[in-house]
């Protein structure tokens, strides 16, 4: 165990979260490297009276891997790694990043749906469900979890599993840090890769309406083993963007396909029909693909979601008249396609609402500074307005602040919602663990 407190040399860099907008000072953060670690820092939090905030990869865009004058548990020297290729199996650590995810199983040629951005931490995004780009194949990193390990508040150490306390293993699929301090995480795996075929596309933003209705129709046809996602963005001055396109607007689209290269070329060439000005999809090493959009340190982030059974060509119009008013130069506004394993059988094993959605739209409000982020934060919440009249009230978690309780009502259901409460009443009754998208422990019987 660390404890590092304020004038700590590694004080400052310890307590940053990577959403700048969120600068807190908790009172005291307890570096972790073990369950027995866990259970301490929760006791000195108990007999101190400091709130509790969980920590693994930091990535929580509503700043929830912290907080101001209490204890954060950080997890992040939690970093074991151990695949099972025959098993198909990884048992790791909580604190391990995607990035460290992916390149220990693809050396056994083995994945399964982890994170978009490698900095993202396996832990909180497996607990709130887990969208990534393999999904369409193998559902949401929930789906492929075979047990979980934590310390409850109290500071008694539990396993869960479908063998094991099922009720809690139901709850973590999706209901986030509610339960407890998640210590190790045991996942399946799926042959897949080292290569695939994967990439990015691109075309000036002139296009937008025309490649959005293409990217729409090809998407909807294509089968469950193409992955990705269209992506408004500004042009970044890179050595592959035509000089006429940077700083402009300009429509990306991420392409993987689950399976293999060859018949993953042949997948490709109906969005290479749109006739894309950058074509950099081609067979690639899976992991460094997991790094291609990992985003830029130091910005000041705004995110939010919405779901939607279809996209017609109305909806196309308010994203695309969004993305004409893309805050510059970091903002991006994305179209996500669902579908495939996300609404398959391990649907109804999750308290996740509405995964039969096909589409999420998640405008990524990104900024520089405090008054861009301002203006980006304006420029999310106009595009949610607008949206409002497509979208089916469903909502991803993992990909907005702190919206109230009515959307975290709304990612779950109430018939969902209420059982996860039972469930934290028995987990968590005092809500220790309320530095979340927040389940209210049920009311005792």
């Not at 301002?374 to 469903?394: E, L, M, S």
């Not at 709304?410 to 028995?426: D, I, P, Q, S, T």
Request: net charge negative; aromatic share 10%.
């Amino acid at each position: 165990m660390k404890w590092v407190r304020p004038g700590h040399p590694e004080y400052d860099e310890t307590r940053k979260v990577f959403n700048t907008m969120i600068d807190r000072h908790p009172a005291v953060i307890a570096r972790c490297a073990g369950p027995a670690d866990v259970a301490e820092a929760l006791a000195y939090a108990r007999s101190h009276g400091l709130d509790v905030a969980v920590r693994a990869g930091g990535h929580s865009v509503a700043g929830m891997s912290t907080n101001e004058g209490g204890l954060v548990v950080d997890v992040r020297p939690m970093k074991s790694i151990t695949v099972d290729p025959d098993g198909q199996t990884a048992t790791v650590g909580a604190g391990v990043t995607w990035g460290e995810f992916d390149r220990a199983t693809q050396e056994h040629g083995l994945a399964t749906t982890g994170g978009r951005a490698s900095t993202t931490g396996v832990a909180g995004f497996t607990l709130g469900g887990g969208s990534g780009w393999l999904e369409r194949s193998y559902g949401f990193a929930c789906d492929n979890l075979v047990s979980v390990n934590l310390v409850t508040a109290d500071g008694e150490r539990v396993t869960a599993s479908a063998a094991e306390n099922p009720e809690l293993f139901w709850a973590l699929h999706g209901g986030g840090g509610n339960f407890g301090v998640a210590t190790e995480f045991t996942f399946k795996l799926h042959r897949l890769g080292p290569q695939v075929m994967a990439g990015l596309m691109l075309w000036p933003g002139a296009a937008a309406a025309e490649i959005s209705r293409g990217y729409r129709d090809i998407a909807l046809a294509a089968p469950d083993a193409v992955g990705g996602a269209l992506v408004y963005l500004t042009a970044p001055p890179e050595p592959f963007v035509p000089d006429d396109m940077v700083g402009n607007l300009a429509v990306g689209m991420a392409f993987l396909y689950a399976g293999d290269p060859a018949e993953g070329a042949e997948h490709a060439e109906a969005f290479r029909a749109l006739g894309p000005a950058v074509d950099l999809v081609d067979e690639m090493n899976y992991a460094d693909f997991q790094c291609m959009i990992d985003d830029p340190p130091n910005l000041y982030h705004y995110w939010s979601a919405d779901y939607h059974d279809e996209l017609p060509d109305a909806a196309l119009d308010v994203t695309v008249d969004a993305a004409r008013h893309l805050p510059e130069p970091y903002s991006q506004q994305l179209i996500v396609r669902w579908g495939g394993a996300v609404a398959g059988p391990a649907a109804a094993g999750t308290p996740l609402q509405n995964r039969a959605a096909q589409w999420v739209t998640h405008p990524y409000g990104m900024e520089a500074t405090p008054a861009a982020a301002q203006d980006a934060k304006a420029w999310v919440k106009k595009f949610r307005a607008d949206i409002a009249p497509y979208a089916n009230g469903g909502v991803w978690l993992n990909f907005v602040g702190d919206e109230g309780q009515d959307r975290v009502r709304a990612a779950f259901g109430e018939e969902n919602y209420a059982r996860l409460a039972r469930v934290k009443r028995e987990f968590d009754p005092g809500n220790v663990f309320h530095g979340n998208q927040n389940i209210r422990p049920a009311a005792a019987v």
